[in-house]
């Protein structure tokens, strides 16, 4: 059977051969509407690009990786969604590894180690260095997320976490709290993340004027619904007395509500509750979640966007967000 070309899918909508490259390859300008009936007649005449053929003429493969740590933590999968979301309006396929945060799984796909010739690499690190990336054995571009790798010579696109958690922490201020229970602190493994919202929680602390009482400051091993849950038992166990919960994510805000109802105490009549990431979830949980909502849209558009620019600065960008106020606080 002779294989759909561009040119019979141009002739069944009426367009020309370059119009349809443009609607695959997200180049040029296309109406919306005339973008829909090409996508459709690509479906219908079951046109499918010569990714071969592409390569050798753009240098291109229109394969991207993305290398995250874990995809049972929901705002690294909704994350993911959004990278995905933005590659697929730029007709790029991306291929998601996840890591587990472990250094050899890092470093092998930093290196190029087991997956195909790609265009570049969107990773998030958990325990590579920024000595260790100088010293990747590939020349693919690279997009850095998150915050653990400090400064590269890479294009890295994070959260401004310190301002962030200070903005939710002054939240929970504003609303008369006064003894605001911080859970999410760590002292062990990769905890960039951890130590800069814990700052932008002490920052808003000594903005109010208020006396930071250790006692609050609840560490965790992980950043899961059950560590929420054993940061208010040991709260309520040693008697610490709190009207307020910041968790640095959602899933220890929803561990943390879940203590509470247990425990017979109401939210936020005696307890308010903020969480940190906007993921699905917390917009059904009871009550519904108050978080801090980083632009994850934004976050993989220009993850995106500077992976596949000729000539991408290196250094830190960050994206907007927002407080989003539900029930919770």
Not at 196 to 210: F, K, N, S, T, V
Not at 223 to 231: E, T
């Amino acid at each position: 059977m002779r294989r759909t070309t561009l040119k019979d899918v141009g002739d069944h909508v009426g367009v020309s051969a370059k119009t349809v490259s443009n609607v695959i390859n997200g180049t040029g300008w296309v109406r919306d509407d005339l973008k829909a009936r090409v996508r459709e007649a690509i479906d219908e005449l079951g046109y499918r690009p010569n990714s071969a053929a592409r390569q050798l003429r753009s240098g291109r493969s229109g394969m991207i990786a993305l290398a995250i740590p874990d995809l049972s933590q929901p705002y690294f999968a909704e994350l993911a969604s959004a990278i995905v979301a933005a590659a697929a309006d730029r007709s790029i396929t991306v291929l998601i590894n996840q890591t587990n945060g472990q250094a050899d799984a890092e470093r092998r796909i930093s290196d190029g180690v087991g997956i195909p010739v790609m265009d570049g690499l969107i990773l998030s690190p958990l325990a590579l260095t920024a000595g260790d990336l100088a010293d990747r054995q590939d020349s693919t571009p690279i997009v850095l997320l998150g915050e653990h790798v400090g400064e590269s010579r890479f294009p890295h696109v994070t959260v401004e976490n310190a301002g962030a958690a200070r903005a939710a922490t002054d939240y929970l201020l504003r609303s008369g709290r006064r003894r605001i229970a911080a859970i999410g602190a760590q002292a062990t493994g990769p905890r960039e993340t951890s130590e800069l919202r814990l700052a932008g929680y002490r920052a808003a602390l000594r903005e109010a004027g208020i006396a930071e009482d250790p006692a609050l400051i609840r560490e965790v091993i992980d950043f899961r619904r059950s560590d929420g849950v054993q940061a208010i038992d040991g709260l309520l166990a040693e008697g610490v007395p709190f009207d307020g919960v910041f968790a640095f994510n959602d899933l220890m805000a929803l561990g943390a509500l879940h203590a509470l109802g247990e425990a017979g105490l109401r939210v936020p009549e005696d307890v308010a509750v903020i969480g940190f990431d906007d993921i699905e979830e917390g917009r059904y949980s009871t009550p519904p979640l108050t978080t801090v909502a980083p632009d994850k849209a934004a976050l993989g558009s220009l993850a995106l966007e500077l992976l596949l620019s000729d000539s991408p600065a290196a250094g830190d960008t960050t994206v907007p967000y927002q407080i989003v106020s539900r029930m919770s606080a």
